[in-house]
């Protein structure tokens, strides 16, 4: 079963296979969520200060009844927080928030601030110093891994110029309809987990044709299709939902999809409308 399976991080740290996204769901039911997700199996929960339900998320954690050492939790550092000093607080903002002793995976949510985030600025400096505030935090004991969200090859290549710890994931948009090979491997190459959020387009991949008919041949919904595509490219799928029924769905994905129904998967049109979601810069629009 999925639930029960890990990758293993650079550093030994295993991660499981399939996480719980949280974005989008509030604090109060976010503590349900993961007491609901536990409860299933679930054993890696995703959150990030941007979603601003950090404090719930933690509450589930204690509530859920495991043992701390037993369910991994990812956070990120805001988008916005591109100097050391910052970046200190920030991290430790996080854990007070979380009501947590440590945090298993922490990353840098965003190369660019998200107002930003379509400008040419790369803020180099800002990422490196970002970066070493991660670093200290891991060397601390305060976070068992350390990785970056929504980096292209270039915004990684200026972290490993100065880097004593290299970055030992890259979360980003990848689904069916929108497979970033390049840089799927160029990270696979340098030993960086992909994690791969928004794994059902959120929602828009229900609708496509083409995806509808290869997910009813192998008799699975098409989200259960959308995750495992996910881990068959050797990607850490975080599907999001508040919904145990759709959390059960989506962990029920023990069957394999063929070589020639990958490649027809991999070669699905590109998905450039995300309909509600289109203002969020990851899916190409612009915050206001």
């Known amino acids: 079963m999925i639930l029960d399976e890990n990758y293993i991080l650079p550093n030994g740290v295993k991660i499981p296979k399939l996480g719980l996204g949280t974005w989008f769901i509030s604090n109060d039911d976010a503590v349900q969520a993961v007491k609901d997700a536990a409860d299933l199996g679930y054993r890696h929960i995703d ?3 941007a979603y601003q339900n ?3 998320v933690g509450k589930g954690v204690l509530a859920s009844g495991l043992k701390r050492s037993d369910i991994f939790v990812t956070t990120k550092l805001a988008a916005e927080v591109k100097s050391y000093a910052e970046a200190v607080a920030s991290i430790d903002g996080s854990l007070k928030t979380l009501g947590l002793d440590y945090i298993d995976l922490m990353i840098i949510h965003s190369p660019k601030p998200w107002m930003e985030f379509h400008e040419s600025n790369a803020y180099k400096e800002g990422n490196s110093e970002a970066w070493r505030a991660l670093e200290d ?3 601390a ?3 068992r891994a350390i990785g970056v969200s929504n980096f292209e090859q270039a915004d990684i ?4 110029e100065t880097c004593t710890v290299k970055p030992m994931v890259n979360q980003i948009l990848a689904h069916i309809g929108k497979t970033p090979t390049a840089l799927i491997q160029y990270c696979q190459e340098q030993n960086i987990l ?8 959120h929602g828009v991949l229900m609708h496509n044709e083409e995806v509808l008919a290869v997910a009813k041949k192998y008799d699975v919904s098409v989200p259960q299709l959308s995750i495992r595509y996910i881990l ?3 990607l850490l ?6 919904n145990p029924v759709h959390m059960k769905n989506n962990a029920d994905v023990d069957f394999v999809i063929s070589d020639s129904d990958m490649e027809i998967l991999k070669n699905v049109e590109e998905i450039t409308d995300y309909g509600d979601a289109n203002m969020m810069p990851v899916f190409g629009g612009k915050l206001s």
């Open 141 to 143: 004991g305060k976070l």
């Open 194 to 201: 992909v994690e791969a959020y928004s794994p059902i387009a």
């Open 47 to 49: 959150t990030a200060q």
């Open 54 to 56: 950090e404090n719930g």
């Open 237 to 242: 799928p975080l599907p999001k939902t508040a």
């Open 137 to 139: 935090a891991y060397k």
């Open 157 to 160: 290549e200026n972290i490993l």
């Open 232 to 234: 068959q490219l050797g």
